[in-house]
Structures are given as structure tokens and as C-alpha cells.
């Protein structure tokens, strides 16, 4: 192991193939190692964000607001009230004396001037240290006004992000079962855990729809209050990001008897797999669906499959290491990567549960570094010793990438290109070949050795 693991981050460390594989995880981070992990407030937001016609009130500090407008980039077909901040903006003296009258001053206007379909109020660390009763002050206002409003416990000195999403999804299980199911056809579903970056759940939804799937309601990217509470009605769950909506999958099925299956929409066989999956749900109500979905599955890979075939001639034998939100699609990530030809020597997560990580040592090559909640230096360490040439992550891991003199491909929050679905999987590859193949790395002090100086020398010429 590098010394650049801190004692007490040993266990959180695992390499394949070496010893047992007994990786901690969903511990709170290392106070001092600037974790990769984010708050439980963080977490609720990241689900709860994208219900494009809600109202979403952070009650606290200004700084806290930081994490709302567009931080994740969620698009919304029709009302976009989800991308403007709203904070009661805590200062000392609502610190000293209680924070609920300004709290129940900025629900009335907003409500009034916004007219939301419902309201979700955001507790921070501080409204959780002074005492703030928000369960009082939601159940009034929503008597007053006529709209759900509803508290998220989301004070993030409680736990990590994971606390964050059941947070969230205690929140929004207060608005299922709430709304009329008249009309919902027997072969419907509901899509869990896809926030609709880049417009990802619209590629899903037309899958489904070439099918003869009907979705009742985005949870929650693209999302709609009035669907959320008629989504009790739908057959079967679809749960993308295991780690976000899990929790809410299982209270329908505990409350209202909706069975869940868990899908991942990247890369190649998933997608399929996850399609077909739906299609053998409900073959008995619709003896064609499978055909149908066949058709579908071989019309898109005729138009893929030769072009992911160019680009591996050049990808062939790179280097690549992962580091994501939840584990769950880091699976899928290994698969698309080995289409392209590429070795994976580094895999990591900021919420991945035992199980995953278990799961994640049994499909990845030995030597492999497995991590949970890393942080820059472990990172930085990790993609020096094993030379990757292109990390796959997120907004907070692009800075690590980039000093490092390395490809970096955005597979999080700030995307603007879909990587959903067969033509995701196209737009994937693409991003990877461009990131990899750059004639910039060239001129990087990682990159320059006694063999590349005269390319650089002439390139410069």
C-alpha cells in the first residue's frame, strides 16, 4: 500500500486479488482528510432537486445555498422553478433568537408569488443546533395554504450523503399515495433514481415507449409533484441509482405493494439487460413486448457496434480508473470501458454499500484498487503509481485529473452530454477517445519522457 493512506483510512482501501475482501464502508469521513463525500443536506438536494415544479427552501446560511441552482444539472420539459435558490439566509441574531419566524415569512411569499405545487424546507446544520421546530412550521403553513409542505431532515452533521437521500426520500414518501391512480394502464413503471442529466431520462422514456411502457412519474429528474403522488399506481419500480431512491422503492413496496427491480441505463449489456428485464416483467399482459424489444436492442447496436469498433483500435491497453457517487454505476463503467478495449485499475465510490464493494471484486482484474470515500491525496497516489490515462468522475475530482497531467471524462453533476442509453454509450466513447488521444498530454511533465521529447520538439516547430 502507497504511504499516502492514512492509518485510519486502511480498511476503507482494497486491492483484488489480495487478501480477503472485507472493505468498510458508509462510515463518517475522516475529520482533517477533506473527504470526496458530501453532507447529508448535500445528499437530500441531490434527490429532492430536480422536482421541476416545487418549491425548495434551504433554511440556513446563504453558504448552503450554494448547493441548489444547477449544481446538477437536471432539465425540466416544462416549469423550471427547481433553478432559482431560495435561503432564509440564517445571520446571528436568527441564530441567538430562532430562525421560525423567518422561516414562516419567506414560505408565505414564495408560495404566493410562485404558486408551487408543493414546498420542500431544508434543514441545515445550524437550524439542527439552535432547534428550530420545522415539522411545526411546514404542517402550518400547508394547512394555510393548501399545499404540501414538507420538512427534510437534513442537518449535515447527522451522518454522510446516504443519511441525506433517506432523508429525501421520507420527505417525498409523504407525497405517494396521496394522488388519483385512474387511468394508469397495467404496463407502466416508474424511473427512480435518474435526475435527467444532459436530458437522460427522455432517451429512457423512449425506450420504453418503442416498447409499449408507459412511465407514470420521473423520480425525480424531469419531475412532476402531481405524478409523484400517483405513482402508487404504476406495476412495477425502476431503481437507476440504487443508492438515491432505494429506500423509497422499498416503502412502496412494503405500503403499496409496488415490486422494484434495480436497472442501470450505461454502457451496452446493462442497457439491454435492464430493457429486457421490463419486457419479461410484463410478457404475460403483452405477449409482444418482447419481440418488440429485441427489434429495439438490434436496430441501436447495428448503429453502435461499428463505431465503438474504430475507436478501441486506438484505446486498446489504456488505463482507467473510476471514481463515482454511488457504486451502482460503477459496474456498468467496467463493462463500457472494456468495450473500448481499456483496463480499469482503479475504482472507487463516495456512498457504495458492502455488498457493492464485494460485487466490484468480483468483476474487476486483480491488482485492482478498490476505495470508499477517497480523498485528493489517496486519489493523487493512486493515479501516479498505476498511470492511468483517463479518469473517470465527477465535478471535484476534474482539478485531480488535470494538475496530474491526465484525460479526465465527466460522469457526474455538471454533464451537458447524455451517456444514458445506446447513444450514450456512443457519446461515451467519443468523450473518452477525445480525452485519451489529445495531443496536449504530450507537452504535461507526466507525459514527457526521453521518447516523447522529439514529438514535442516537433509538434512545437
Not at 422553478?81 to 430562532?98: K, N, P, Y
Not at 437507476?240 to 412502496?252: F, N, R, V
Not at 468523450?431 to 504530450?442: A, D, G, I, T
Request: charged content about 25%; proline content about 3%.
Amino acid at each position: 500500500m502507497t504511504t499516502a493512506i492514512l492509518n485510519e483510512r486502511r480498511q476503507q482501501v482494497h486491492r483484488t486479488g489480495q487478501g480477503p475482501m472485507d472493505l468498510a464502508c458508509n462510515r463518517d469521513s475522516l475529520a482533517g482528510a477533506v473527504s470526496q463525500r458530501a453532507c447529508v443536506f448535500c445528499g437530500s438536494r441531490v434527490v429532492l432537486y430536480p422536482i421541476a415544479d416545487a418549491l425548495h427552501l434551504v433554511h440556513g446560511p446563504i453558504g448552503c445555498a450554494a448547493y441548489t441552482w444547477d449544481i446538477r444539472g437536471a432539465l425540466s420539459s416544462g416549469p423550471e422553478l427547481h433553478r432559482l435558490s431560495f435561503s432564509t439566509d440564517l445571520q446571528e441574531r436568527d441564530v441567538i433568537f430562532g430562525g421560525e419566524k423567518k422561516l414562516t415569512a419567506a414560505l408565505n411569499e414564495l408560495i404566493d408569488r410562485h404558486q408551487p405545487k408543493a414546498a420542500f424546507v431544508y434543514s441545515t446544520c445550524i437550524v439542527g443546533i439552535i432547534g428550530d421546530d420545522l415539522k411545526a412550521v411546514c404542517r402550518a403553513m400547508s394547512e394555510k395554504k393548501g399545499i404540501p409542505v414538507l420538512p427534510v431532515q437534513s442537518e449535515g452533521f447527522k451522518g454522510n450523503k446516504r443519511s441525506g437521500y433517506l432523508a429525501a426520500c421520507q420527505a417525498m414518501f409523504q407525497l405517494i399515495g396521496t394522488g388519483d391512480v385512474t387511468g394508469i394502464p397495467a404496463t407502466s413503471v416508474n424511473l427512480f433514481g435518474d435526475f435527467n442529466l444532459a436530458g437522460e431520462i427522455w432517451i429512457i422514456r423512449e425506450y420504453l415507449k418503442r416498447m409499449g411502457v408507459a412511465v407514470v412519474a420521473n423520480i425525480t429528474g424531469d419531475g412532476r409533484v402531481d405524478d409523484i403522488r400517483r405513482c402508487h399506481g404504476a406495476a412495477l419500480n425502476l431503481v437507476q441509482c440504487s443508492g438515491a431512491t432505494m429506500d423509497l422503492a422499498k416503502m412502496m413496496q412494503e405500503s403499496h405493494g409496488v415490486p422494484f427491480i434495480r436497472v442501470s441505463y450505461l454502457g451496452i449489456e446493462d442497457m439491454a439487460d435492464s430493457l429486457y428485464r421490463v419486457a419479461e416483467f410484463f410478457k404475460d399482459c403483452d405477449p409482444k413486448i418482447m419481440d418488440r424489444t429485441r427489434e429495439l436492442v438490434r436496430d441501436e447496436l447495428n448503429k453502435l457496434l461499428p463505431e465503438l469498433a474504430m475507436l478501441r483500435r486506438d484505446l486498446e491497453g489504456k488505463k482507467a480508473a473510476i471514481y463515482v457517487g454511488g457504486a451502482f454505476k460503477a459496474f456498468s463503467l467496467i463493462k463500457a470501458l472494456r468495450h473500448l478495449g481499456m483496463q480499469v485499475v482503479l475504482v472507487g465510490s463516495q456512498t457504495g454499500t458492502k455488498e457493492d464493494y464485494e460485487e466490484l471484486a468480483t468483476i474487476t482484474d486483480p491488482g485492482t484498487i478498490i476505495v470508499d470515500d477517497s480523498n485528493p491525496l489517496e486519489l493523487s497516489a493512486f493515479l501516479k503509481e498505476q498511470a492511468v490515462d483517463i479518469f473517470v468522475g465527477g465535478v471535484k475530482e476534474r482539478p485531480i485529473a488535470y494538475k496530474l497531467g491526465m484525460g479526465f471524462c465527466d460522469h457526474n453533476h455538471e454533464r451537458k452530454i447524455a451517456l444514458e442509453g445506446f447513444i450514450g454509450m456512443a457519446h461515451f466513447a467519443r468523450e473518452v477517445h477525445r480525452s485519451v488521444m489529445s495531443p496536449v498530454w504530450l507537452f504535461t511533465s507526466r507525459k514527457i519522457t526521453a521518447s516523447t521529447r522529439p514529438i514535442i520538439k516537433e509538434a512545437v516547430a
